[in-house]
């Protein structure tokens, strides 16, 4: 059986009924050429979703009859990338593939040899947010990521939780991700594991950085002898870490 197009709305009515979708809803459903009485799936990104018929369609707005919502699981494992702030037609393109992939959270960060500016009132950032619910809705994650607005990489970086495995990509690192992981974890709902990944700028982070990274417990990992672009380099590491824990299974 066919998955059903997933449709974004804001809040999911708890006991069901007839809802209007938001206008980014009602565009996307345009380009999926959903018509009156098509069966779709609503989700509000942040773990419900609620299957629905479409009632009506007129001049970008749709309204839909929900069933009562149902809760998908949290995740078991949550992968966070730290991304200092790339050009901004490659900071879309990392946020919609790493979504697609599964990551839990995307951090923007500034550091020494970030060259775009975005400042954390951007509504850049409410952009990247409704990227990534296009991503989910796309992709049939029940999650979008968490995106955060920008602040200092090293001030960023020390809020990973107790526990969390961190690691800092570095080009001069000799230590591969399958020695930095060790044995791969096993991870429930009921016990979650978290992994900090840092990505450097197009500069590449600075030896001061990484030290200062260290000394919070990153340990620095490469990625071999090619140099990569950050948006390559953020997708290449989100499925690397979801392959290695589990989640990406072919």
Same mark, same amino acid.
């Given at each position: 059986? =066919? ?5 974004? *709305?804001?809040?999911?009515?708890p006991?069901?009924?007839? +809802?209007e ?16 009485? !098509? ?11 609620a299957?629905? #018929?479409?009632?009506? +369609? ?9 069933? *009562?919502?149902?809760?998908?699981p =949290? ?9 200092a ?6 900071? #879309?393109?990392?946020?919609?593939m ?13 550091s ?13 950032i ?8 296009e ?21 960023? =970086?020390?809020?990973a ?9 570095? #080009? ?9 992981l060790?044995?791969a ?17 197009e ?6 950085? *990484? =030290? ?7 340990q ?6 090619? +140099?990569?672009r ?6 290449? +590491?989100? !499925?690397?870490?979801?392959?290695r ?6």
């Amino acid at each position: 059986m =066919a998955k059903l197009r997933r449709l974004f *709305v804001p809040e999911l009515l708890p006991a069901g009924g007839r +809802i209007e979708l938001p206008r980014e809803s009602a565009e996307h459903a345009q380009v999926l050429r959903i018509t009156q009485g !098509a069966q779709v799936c609503l989700f509000d990104a942040v773990g419900s979703e609620a299957d629905a #018929e479409v009632l009506s +369609i007129e001049r970008g707005r749709i309204t839909c009859n929900a069933s *009562v919502p149902r809760q998908t699981p =949290a995740p078991a494992v949550a992968v966070t990338l730290l991304l200092a702030v790339p050009k901004a037609g490659r900071l #879309e393109t990392v946020v919609r593939m790493t979504t697609e992939l599964g990551v839990s959270g995307l951090r923007l960060c500034h550091s020494q040899r970030s060259v775009p500016k975005l400042s954390a009132d951007s509504p850049k950032i409410e952009r990247l947010r409704r990227v990534a619910r296009e991503a989910c809705a796309q992709s049939g994650n029940a999650r979008a990521p968490e995106v955060h607005a920008p602040e200092a990489l090293l001030q960023v =970086a020390a809020l990973a939780p107790a526990g969390a495995k961190k690691l800092v990509f570095w #080009e001069l690192a000799t230590q591969t991700l399958d020695a930095a992981l060790g044995p791969a974890p096993s991870a429930t709902p009921a016990q979650p594991l978290s992994v900090w990944a840092v990505v450097g700028p197009e500069g590449g982070l600075s030896a001061e950085e *990484v =030290a200062g990274l260290q000394a919070l417990g990153y340990q620095p990992v490469g990625l071999g002898d090619a +140099i990569l672009r950050v948006d390559t380099a953020a997708v290449v +590491i989100a !499925a690397l870490l979801l392959d290695r824990l589990q989640v990406l299974r072919a």
